[in-house]
């Protein structure tokens, strides 16, 4: 048998086995009923006006994510916190026992609306999963393609 289809084969099992790990391992289902339940919460909450130079403060004992949604982009404090902003909606990964405040640093008052999601071991694992399946998927895919082209070459 040729060396390349040997390895287009191997590429073909490894992407295999990278959708199998994904469908079993990170439901797609469970992470996006995390994410409807934040978006819901996030509508659901009532908005609050704070004062120029007024805060939020937020401490859980577990792991959170706390979404923000506020009339202008608030400061976070820590600002060594991982926190991405996409538009009027921020969200900030807080680790467990860490005082997150939500600042208003402007001159006029905003607006804010807030929802908090706990990471839980089992959505921690769901993502887990799902990076490690992408980045085998992307390694066999990689295989695959050498495999074809060595396969193509050499014909």
Known sequence: ???SLVIAIMG?????????????GSPASSLGV???????????SESLSLAPGANISF???QPVIILVNSSKPPKIIPESLRAIAQGLITAVAAP??????IV?????????????VTISRSLSNAVFFALISLGLGFV????LVIGVVLYALKK
């Open 1 to 3: 048998m040729r060396l």
């Open 12 to 24: 073909a099992v490894i992407v295999a086995v990278a959708v199998l790990l994904f469908l079993l």
């Open 34 to 44: 995390v994410v409807n339940e934040a978006l819901a919460q996030l509508n659901r």
């Open 59 to 61: 401490a859980f004992p």
């Open 96 to 101: 467990p026992n860490t005082t997150v405040y």
């Open 104 to 116: 208003n640093n402007y001159s006029e008052p905003i607006y804010v609306k807030y929802a908090v």
């Open 140 to 143: 066999g895919f990689v295989v």
